[in-house]
């Protein structure tokens, strides 16, 4: 059964860090390219960063860029985002994605954690 679980979200100030967390199982993770998107109410769901199944590649959105860092741990089936600085805007649901092309496509999603960054 292919599972992923986020945790590591909550209420933080402005100006504040985070670290999510991204648990995964049930697949081969070490194959799959991994994602964060975000999805704040009333918005439309965003790619916040992408890691290589290696983890030798990443990109990231504008808005995130110098403040979020995406990394993952192949041998615990982890994909992790480092959140700083973090500013109200945001705010949202942070889901882990998992994804694959080859041989096959795959995509798999998680239930999501709330950050909320508010003073």
């Known amino acids: 059964q292919v599972q992923l679980v986020e945790s590591g979200g909550g209420l933080v100030q402005p100006g504040g860090s985070l670290r999510l967390s991204c648990a995964a199982s049930?697949?081969?993770?070490?194959?799959?390219?991994m994602r964060w998107y975000r999805q704040a109410p009333g918005k439309e769901r965003e790619l916040v960063a992408g890691?290589?199944?290696?983890?030798?590649?990443?990109n990231y959105a504008d808005s995130v860029k110098g403040r979020f860092t995406i990394s993952r741990d192949n041998p615990k089936n982890t994909v992790y985002l480092q959140m700083n600085s973090l500013e109200p805007e945001d705010t949202a649901v942070y889901c882990c994605?998992?994804?694959?092309?080859?041989?096959?496509?795959?995509?798999?999603w998680g239930q999501g954690t709330q950050v909320t960054v508010s003073s």
């Open positions: 994605n998992a994804y694959r092309t080859w041989p096959t496509v795959k995509d798999y």
């Open positions: 890691i290589s199944s290696a983890g030798t590649s990443t």
């Open positions: 049930g697949f081969a993770f070490s194959a799959y390219g």
